[in-house]
């Protein structure tokens, strides 16, 4: 079993940062892909970004340059460095574990409120 928990997320004005975080339970011999997904009121789940076993990342068009995901192997963590947010990006934010046989896992979610 994965369980995957968010952490990092708040309120921050406009143009300014956060850092996410996301510890998972699961074996590193067992994981595959991590990543990012976030959900604003009223829309649907979209990718944020997500990171391979090997390292190699995947951004959203709209994250490009702004967002920059990494993972840490030996802490079980992945983090998601969001940097010039935009009111726009105010969403529940998730974290995802993919492990072998393709089963995904998802955290609860953390909330990020970006003021105007």
């Known amino acids: 079993q994965v369980q995957p928990v968010e952490s990092g997320g708040g309120l921050v004005q406009a143009g300014g940062s956060l850092r996410l975080s996301c510890v998972h339970s699961g074996s590193i011999f067992s994981v595959n892909a991590m990543g990012w997904y976030r959900q604003a009121p009223g829309k649907q789940h979209e990718l944020v970004a997500t990171i391979t076993g090997g390292g190699r990342t995947n951004y959203a068009d709209s994250m490009k340059g702004r967002f920059t995901i990494s993972r840490d192997n030996a802490k079980n963590t992945v983090y998601l460095q969001m940097n010039s947010l935009k009111p726009e990006d105010t969403a529940t934010y998730y974290c995802?574990?993919?492990?072998?046989?393709?089963?995904?896992?998802w955290g609860q979610g953390t909330q990020d409120t970006v003021s105007s």
């Open positions: 995802t574990v993919d492990v072998g046989g393709g089963r995904r896992y």
